[in-house]
């Protein structure tokens, strides 16, 4: 898998400086077909958030303001499809305050958005790293339970939060009972 096939490698280096260990910028842009390992186990405190998006006009304005309202320094936004966005804090380092940083960001979420965001956030073992193929390759999350994850989240009411427990709940769905 050609990892960096249009940046050049200064750029890839720059690009990538102070987000991810240097050793590791330098084995991918010096070895471009380098194969990545599958995804690791990594204990992640996220926030899964959505957005009214009744007013498609607004939406753009919305997805800023959560850009604004998370710090950083501490966490990654993992997925933006729509008005669907995954935060996730440790995802490339262990963060030790990883849950205070979590429970911040979801007041000031709620505190920008009030009634435009509804939040479901917690605290779970999920799988990081390369996901995809060799001609698709993403660097992200997979929560465990996200079916789940979605069903209570689009329960919530816009102006909403909830915390889930350490385990999430378990789908008790048909399409899981194969």
Known sequence: MRFVPSI???RAR???RGYIDPKLVDEVVNNPNLQLGPPRHRQ?????????DDNFETLPTLVQKVVQSAAPDTESIDGLTG?????????????????????ETVARLQQHLGNDIKVLHGH?????????????AVFGSLLPNFNTMLQTLTVLQFGQSRELPTAPPTHSGPEQSA
Do not use: N, Q
């Open 83 to 103: 008005p669907l966005i995954l935060l996730t804090f440790g995802r490339f380092r262990p963060e030790p305050d990883a849950p205070r940083k979590r429970r």
């Open 14 to 16: 720059r690009t990538l």
């Open 124 to 136: 779970c073992t999920a799988k990081v790293g390369h996901l995809g193929g060799h001609s698709f």
């Open 44 to 52: 992640l405190d996220f926030i899964i958030a959505l957005l009214r």
């Open 8 to 10: 050049s490698a200064w």
